[in-house]
């Protein structure tokens, strides 16, 4: 059986002290679960490109700086899937958030992230923003 392997980009995306987070939709794989903005990174994309892609595509708006945060494999027994997750920190965005792809949308504080009920894969994640490592610039 052939493994599916894939790169994704998700960006933490801040603004006033909170973190915006997303629900996925009913009819994709692991509905309703939350997650962070972004996606498949493409065959001759960047990152960086792919994020900057993503985002705009999802939510509408456009990222002015970033900053790659974490990486690392995940594998989704169940779908047969390995995904290798490279989070970016998005500190400075234009536009206005738009709701363009997920079910909801929602700006939290970081200590009430545990709260939902993430993708497996970003639970690695959450682990290192509810840390004291996790550094971000207000």
Same mark, same amino acid.
């Given at each position: 059986?052939?493994?599916?392997?894939?790169?994704?980009?998700?960006?933490l995306?801040l603004?006033?002290? /909170?973190?915006?987070?997303?629900?996925?939709?009913?009819?994709?794989?692991?509905?309703? /679960?939350?997650?962070?903005?972004?996606?498949? %990174?493409?065959k001759?994309?960047?990152?960086e490109?792919?994020?900057?892609?993503?985002?705009?595509?999802?939510?509408?708006?456009?990222?002015?700086?970033?900053?790659?945060?974490?990486s690392?494999?995940?594998? !989704?027994?169940?779908?047969n899937?390995w995904v290798?997750?490279?989070?970016?920190?998005?500190?400075?965005?234009?536009g /206005?958030?738009?709701?363009?792809?997920?079910?909801?949308? /929602?700006?939290i504080? %970081?200590?009430?992230?545990r709260?939902?009920?993430?993708?497996?894969?970003?639970l690695?994640?959450?682990?290192?923003?509810?840390?004291?490592?996790?550094? !971000? !610039?207000?």
């Open positions: 059986m052939k493994i599916n392997q894939i790169k994704v980009v998700a960006g995306i603004q006033n002290d /909170k973190l915006l987070i997303c629900q996925r939709p009913n009819f994709k794989d692991h509905p309703l /679960k939350w997650e962070f903005p972004g996606g498949k %990174i493409k001759d994309e960047t990152n490109e792919a994020l900057i892609r993503e985002i705009n595509e999802e939510l509408s708006i456009n990222i002015i700086n970033c900053e790659e945060l974490i690392y494999n995940f594998n !989704y027994k169940d779908l899937k290798f997750i490279y989070f970016y920190l998005v500190n400075n965005f234009s /206005k958030v738009l709701n363009n792809y997920h079910k909801e949308l /929602k700006w504080e %970081i200590k009430d992230i709260e939902y009920d993430f993708l497996e894969g970003d690695k994640i959450i682990e290192y923003i509810s840390s004291n490592d996790f550094k !971000y !610039y207000r």
